[in-house]
Nanobody, 124 residues
Framework: QVQLVESGGGSVEAGGSLTLSCTTS????????MAWFRQAPGKEREGVAC???????SVADSVKGRFTISQDNAKNTLSLEMNSLKPEGTGTYYC??????????????????WGQGTQVTVSS
């Protein structure tokens, strides 16, 4: 059974930092592609950052220069370092893995494994 579990969410003031972690199990191979998504109440889930088997990383324009995604294949973990957080960054953050799609992607359709989400609240 493939499992992805996020942790590290919480409440911070605008301008603060948080680092989210995603631990994975039940998948022995290197993930072809992984990503972080977030969803605010009443809004569509959106891609935040991605990484793939080649080591490429990409982040959404809205978080460029502030968020960094990293993957530790040996430890089966995915991290998202979030700096200079803004109130619009509030939402539930999800870890996603793709078992088939091999390339960095911020599209929902690329991913077939999801965590339960962790809440991030950024106050003014």
């Amino acid at each position: 059974q493939v499992q992805l579990v996020e942790s590290g969410g919480g409440s911070v003031e605008a301008g603060g930092s948080l680092t989210l972690s995603c631990t994975t199990s039940g998948y022995t191979e290197t993930w072809p592609s992984m990503a972080w998504f977030r969803q605010a109440p009443g809004k569509e889930r959106e891609g935040v950052a991605c990484t793939d088997h080649t080591g490429r990383t990409s982040v959404a324009d809205s978080v460029k220069g502030r968020f960094t995604i990293s993957q530790d294949n040996a430890k089966n973990t995915l991290s998202l370092e979030m700096n200079s957080l803004k109130p619009e960054g509030t939402g539930t953050y999800y870890c996603a893995g793709a078992t088939t799609w091999r390339w960095c992607s911020l599209l929902l359709s690329a991913f077939d494994s999801w965590g339960q989400g962790t809440q991030v609240t950024v106050s003014s």
